[in-house]
């Protein structure tokens, strides 16, 4: 049970890391309003910041995890709560007006993003049990 539920955090530390940059990428258009010409360099660090530091994190959550076939299930686990954490994202902080929606070239970033997020996680995976003992 123990092992279960640290996949489950894993996996929502993957859903947020993700969500984290849709979400600065959907947004753009209501930051640029708020700050200007500097909302591309805001964008770029916010998101770059955020993939080292939950990156550093669920590498050492992966390697606590113990040795299992079920530590595969982290590539698909972190779907439903990227959707979950989506739909409730929309709902509590709603788009003011039709011109705050992305773009379609947005829209086709953020799934060329979602579409390559397992290779993320693959990387990650590996990286973290490549730094783990053996014994």
């Known amino acids: 049970m123990v092992h279960f539920l640290k996949l489950q955090s894993i996996s929502i530390l993957l859903a947020v890391l993700l969500l984290v940059n ?3 990428l959907a947004n753009s258009g209501r930051l640029y309003l708020i700050m200007g010409n500097i909302y ?3 964008i770029t660090a916010s998101g770059l910041v955020s993939l080292v530091l939950f990156t550093r994190v669920i590498i050492k959550r992966v390697r606590q995890l113990a040795t299992s076939t079920w530590n595969l299930s982290l590539y698909v686990l972190w779907i439903p709560y990227l959707a979950l954490f989506t739909y409730v994202w929309t709902r509590v902080i709603p788009a003011p007006s039709e011109a705050a929606w992305p773009g ?26 490549s730094k783990q003992r053996t014994t």
Not at 110 to 121: D, E, H, M, R
């Open 22 to 24: 849709i979400q600065l």
């Open 104 to 129: 379609p070239a947005v829209g086709l970033v953020i799934i060329a993003l979602t579409f390559t997020f397992p290779l993320y996680v693959f990387i990650v995976h590996m990286i973290a049990r």
């Open 40 to 42: 591309m360099m805001v």
